[in-house]
């Protein structure tokens, strides 16, 4: 709950003064009462020491969280809608889903979104510590989404209280594609979750295990070259080493380039037009962003990248590359 | 408009500096220097006095051409102090007409400055989205538009000639079966179709040079720059390439085309946004940059007119020196190019000429005096 209150915190800031939140554990009696007002926090400090209402006595079926939000005033286009939209579906989509939390924009009702993960594989895992409890699964979300959006949905006492938490069970921070389910039994709510799960044995062999799995999507491509990049996409080609600059070799060199080819040279040749054409990039040694190169892969619409120096002595004819003109730089496939 | 003083000074590194000028031409012709940055303080600010500026060098290079050539054409080609002395007079040239429009300009600091202001304008005028990946996407793509601008330069100009060709085929009835029957192979996409494909293209290169009653005139002049490269590149290759560009690629071409033609109205929308949203001096900054930037690109390609010329009889006399000194000596042969004399013949001409190689030339440039 700290977490959905930050959450909501931050985008209420924009919107509103104040809220209130008022959330019931299931099977529980208890109510916390949480007033946010923004006048009354700025002159009082620490956000993060909000008091909480505790309401005890409540009746054990009522359970759930209500939002009541005070002064707003917003105006939505359609495609800042369509985006918060998104936005929303994916933070909050498991509580969409579970009835907790309905989202209304300009009268439509906010859909839940969740990411794919690779093959559907889902690592289930399961351990005890210090006489508490947690299980779950973990997976890797395919790629493309907001990296922000990692992490595990935490549940407590079979609730979910958290999306997207990053609870210390992300073992290479550089990998930020890590989702799954975690359910924790016995840590007070009081206590910090994260510490307590890090301190016991078994969450470090969870961690090694988890370690093993993400090895294969370590494998970062490696980059081998760089120059400016003078138009705009991304290929996978196969390096095809051409001399523009001796006429008498223009045919042979010709007919070695195919459809699919990464022309690699010194510098292109308007008289090379045809090879051009059959390519699907440009890499060269020489030139800037005005040059015949840089000015022939924009007009054809195909990615460049020049002036690299070395392209020609580096990179072997054959060698499949990926060439990334948005950033003007190569990698090995 | 007040351009930094750092930009407007002789370029220290060229990116594209493929016939290294940049090591020998300042070193031999010191007066390049000063040159070079009286001219940028007169028109790097000002598009309309580059564009006269680039015409009035791409003149004076031609008339320079002519004169050295008639020289050339009636002196002794067989000796070798007068075909070094036709080379330095053609580096002298082509290092105060040429390199100065066709590579001080276009690739150095100034030619940096107006793509890096062209992309740092589109940045305060294109609409902020949600997404930044989607918003720096944008604004590359603008960029792109502007840097290709309504321009048609020489590989564009093919490309767009291609749907002129294949029209123009199709509307002949020598030629329509020949059309038909050669895109039958192209489009079978086989490298064993090639020899077949340019038999073809060699019976109607005849068929158009021996053409007498006018009919194949506009499709003549329509393959006219590759007809030019053929000769000069003694193969007939260029005309193969050309023609099978505009049959291969018949439909790209036509979007090509219908890119192209809507391109000066995409400028000017850009222009109209750019407008609302810039200040006053912003804007004018963003309209020298985008008039500079296309007029780099496109005097590239005007002043590239004398390669044709040029380059054949330059090479020729590189050659031939090259053959004399190697009656007398052992050279080890190497591809060479404009400034070949400086890097690879220098080192086996006599001591005189050496001499006279290696000596700075501080005479300012005149078409006079050339």
Same mark, same amino acid.
């Given at each position: 709950m700290e977490s959905l209150v930050s959450v909501l915190k931050l985008r209420l800031l924009y919107l509103g003064k104040g809220f209130t939140l008022i959330t019931t554990p299931r099977n529980s009696d208890e109510e916390y009462v949480l007033e946010y007002d923004e006048d009354h926090w700025l002159e009082h400090g620490d956000w993060n020491k909000y008091p909480f209402i505790v309401n005890r006595g409540v009746s054990p079926e009522k359970s759930g969280t209500t939002v009541i939000i005070r002064h707003l005033k917003v105006k939505f286009s359609d495609k800042l809608l369509q985006s918060i939209k998104n936005e929303f579906g994916l933070r909050f989509g498991p509580f969409i889903q579970n009835g907790e939390l309905k989202l209304v924009f300009n009268q439509e009702a906010c859909e839940p979104f969740f990411p794919a993960i690779v093959d559907n594989k889902k690592n289930e895992f399961t351990f005890e510590f210090h006489g508490g409890k947690a299980w779950g699964w973990w997976g890797y979300q395919l790629a493309g989404l907001n990296k922000s959006y990692y992490g595990f949905h935490t549940y407590r006492r079979g609730r979910l209280v958290t999306t997207y938490d990053k609870i210390g069970l992300t073992p290479n921070q550089d990998i930020k594609q890590i989702i799954g389910d975690l359910h924790i039994e016995g840590i007070p709510i009081t206590h910090d979750k994260k510490g307590w799960l890090k301190s016991s044995k078994e969450h470090q062999e969870l961690e090694s295990k988890m370690r093993e799995y993400f090895k294969p999507f370590e494998k970062r491509p490696k980059r081998i070259l760089s120059g400016?990049?003078?138009?705009?996409?991304? @290929? *996978?080609?196969?390096?095809?080493?051409?001399?523009?600059?001796?006429?008498?070799?223009?045919?042979?060199?010709?007919?070695?380039?195919?459809?699919?080819?990464? @022309? *690699?040279?010194?510098?292109?040749?308007?008289h090379f037009l045809l090879g051009i054409r059959r390519s699907v990039g440009i890499i060269t040694d020489q030139g800037g962003n005005l040059c015949h190169a840089a000015i022939v892969a924009r007009e054809f619409n195909i990615p460049a990248v020049v002036g690299t120096q070395s392209a020609t002595s580096t990179l072997q004819d054959g060698q499949r590359v990926i060439l990334d003109g948005n950033e003007g730089y190569i990698y090995e496939d | 408009m007040k351009i930094n003083e750092q930009l407007l000074k002789f370029p220290k590194t060229l990116p594209n500096d493929i016939e290294t000028f940049l090591v020998f031409y300042p070193a031999k012709f010191p007066g390049i220097i000063a040159y070079y940055e009286e001219v940028a303080h007169k028109i790097a600010g000002d598009p309309k006095a580059y564009r006269e500026y680039g015409q009035w060098a791409h003149d004076e290079l031609f008339k320079g051409f002519e004169k050295i050539k008639k020289d050339y054409d009636s002196g002794d080609k067989d000796n070798l102090s007068f075909l070094v002395e036709i080379d330095q007079r053609f580096n002298k040239l082509t290092c105060y007409r040429f390199w100065i429009v066709n590579y001080l300009?276009?690739?150095?600091?100034?030619?940096?400055?107006?793509?890096?202001?062209?992309?740092?304008?589109?940045?305060?005028?294109?609409?902020?989205?949600?997404?930044?990946?989607?918003?720096?996407?944008?604004?590359?793509?603008?960029?792109r538009d502007f840097l290709q601008s309504d321009y048609a330069d020489l590989y564009l100009r093919q490309a767009l000639s291609g749907v002129k060709l294949v029209k123009m085929l199709e509307s002949n009835i020598k030629t329509k079966p020949i059309l038909s029957k050669v895109t039958n192979l192209i489009d079978q996409h086989s490298q064993?179709?090639?020899?077949?494909?340019?038999?073809?293209?060699?019976?109607?290169?005849?068929?158009?040079?021996?053409?007498?009653?006018?009919?194949?005139?506009?499709?003549?002049?329509?393959?006219?720059?590759?007809?030019?490269?053929?000769?000069?590149?003694?193969?007939?290759?260029p005309i193969y390439n050309m023609l099978t560009h505009a049959v291969e690629f018949r439909e790209e071409n036509k979007m090509l085309a219908e890119r192209h033609g809507s391109m000066k109205q995409k400028i000017d929308d850009f222009f109209a946004q750019a407008k609302q949203k810039l200040s006053d001096g912003e804007y004018e900054l963003f309209e020298i940059a985008y008039q500079q930037s296309r007029n780099f690109a496109m005097f590239k390609d005007i002043i590239g007119e004398i390669d044709p010329q040029l380059l054949p009889l330059w090479f020729g006399i590189l050659d031939k020196a090259q053959q004399i000194l190697s009656k007398t000596t052992a050279i080890h042969p190497?591809?060479?190019?404009?400034?070949?004399?400086?890097?690879?013949?220098?080192?086996?001409?006599?001591?005189?000429?050496?001499?006279?190689?290696?000596?700075?030339?501080i005479t300012p440039f005149d078409l006079k005096t050339l």
């Amino acid at each position: 709950m700290e977490s959905l209150v930050s959450v909501l915190k931050l985008r209420l800031l924009y919107l509103g003064k104040g809220f209130t939140l008022i959330t019931t554990p299931r099977n529980s009696d208890e109510e916390y009462v949480l007033e946010y007002d923004e006048d009354h926090w700025l002159e009082h400090g620490d956000w993060n020491k909000y008091p909480f209402i505790v309401n005890r006595g409540v009746s054990p079926e009522k359970s759930g969280t209500t939002v009541i939000i005070r002064h707003l005033k917003v105006k939505f286009s359609d495609k800042l809608l369509q985006s918060i939209k998104n936005e929303f579906g994916l933070r909050f989509g498991p509580f969409i889903q579970n009835g907790e939390l309905k989202l209304v924009f300009n009268q439509e009702a906010c859909e839940p979104f969740f990411p794919a993960i690779v093959d559907n594989k889902k690592n289930e895992f399961t351990f005890e510590f210090h006489g508490g409890k947690a299980w779950g699964w973990w997976g890797y979300q395919l790629a493309g989404l907001n990296k922000s959006y990692y992490g595990f949905h935490t549940y407590r006492r079979g609730r979910l209280v958290t999306t997207y938490d990053k609870i210390g069970l992300t073992p290479n921070q550089d990998i930020k594609q890590i989702i799954g389910d975690l359910h924790i039994e016995g840590i007070p709510i009081t206590h910090d979750k994260k510490g307590w799960l890090k301190s016991s044995k078994e969450h470090q062999e969870l961690e090694s295990k988890m370690r093993e799995y993400f090895k294969p999507f370590e494998k970062r491509p490696k980059r081998i070259l760089s120059g400016f990049p003078a138009s705009a996409g991304r @290929i *996978v080609g196969t390096v095809r080493l051409v001399n523009m600059f001796m006429a008498g070799d223009m045919e042979k060199e010709m007919n070695r380039i195919q459809k699919g080819d990464i @022309i *690699v040279t010194a510098m292109t040749r308007p008289h090379f037009l045809l090879g051009i054409r059959r390519s699907v990039g440009i890499i060269t040694d020489q030139g800037g962003n005005l040059c015949h190169a840089a000015i022939v892969a924009r007009e054809f619409n195909i990615p460049a990248v020049v002036g690299t120096q070395s392209a020609t002595s580096t990179l072997q004819d054959g060698q499949r590359v990926i060439l990334d003109g948005n950033e003007g730089y190569i990698y090995e496939d | 408009m007040k351009i930094n003083e750092q930009l407007l000074k002789f370029p220290k590194t060229l990116p594209n500096d493929i016939e290294t000028f940049l090591v020998f031409y300042p070193a031999k012709f010191p007066g390049i220097i000063a040159y070079y940055e009286e001219v940028a303080h007169k028109i790097a600010g000002d598009p309309k006095a580059y564009r006269e500026y680039g015409q009035w060098a791409h003149d004076e290079l031609f008339k320079g051409f002519e004169k050295i050539k008639k020289d050339y054409d009636s002196g002794d080609k067989d000796n070798l102090s007068f075909l070094v002395e036709i080379d330095q007079r053609f580096n002298k040239l082509t290092c105060y007409r040429f390199w100065i429009v066709n590579y001080l300009f276009p690739d150095g600091p100034l030619h940096d400055y107006f793509v890096d202001t062209l992309k740092n304008m589109i940045r305060k005028f294109v609409d902020v989205g949600e997404e930044v990946e989607e918003f720096e996407r944008k604004v590359v793509q603008i960029q792109r538009d502007f840097l290709q601008s309504d321009y048609a330069d020489l590989y564009l100009r093919q490309a767009l000639s291609g749907v002129k060709l294949v029209k123009m085929l199709e509307s002949n009835i020598k030629t329509k079966p020949i059309l038909s029957k050669v895109t039958n192979l192209i489009d079978q996409h086989s490298q064993e179709n090639i020899r077949k494909i340019n038999a073809i293209w060699d019976n109607l290169t005849d068929l158009i040079n021996k053409d007498s009653a006018g009919e194949m005139f506009e499709l003549k002049k329509e393959l006219e720059i590759p007809m030019e490269q053929a000769e000069f590149r003694k193969s007939r290759l260029p005309i193969y390439n050309m023609l099978t560009h505009a049959v291969e690629f018949r439909e790209e071409n036509k979007m090509l085309a219908e890119r192209h033609g809507s391109m000066k109205q995409k400028i000017d929308d850009f222009f109209a946004q750019a407008k609302q949203k810039l200040s006053d001096g912003e804007y004018e900054l963003f309209e020298i940059a985008y008039q500079q930037s296309r007029n780099f690109a496109m005097f590239k390609d005007i002043i590239g007119e004398i390669d044709p010329q040029l380059l054949p009889l330059w090479f020729g006399i590189l050659d031939k020196a090259q053959q004399i000194l190697s009656k007398t000596t052992a050279i080890h042969p190497r591809p060479i190019g404009h400034a070949g004399m400086f890097y690879q013949l220098i080192w086996y001409l006599p001591p005189d000429l050496k001499a006279k190689v290696m000596t700075p030339d501080i005479t300012p440039f005149d078409l006079k005096t050339l």
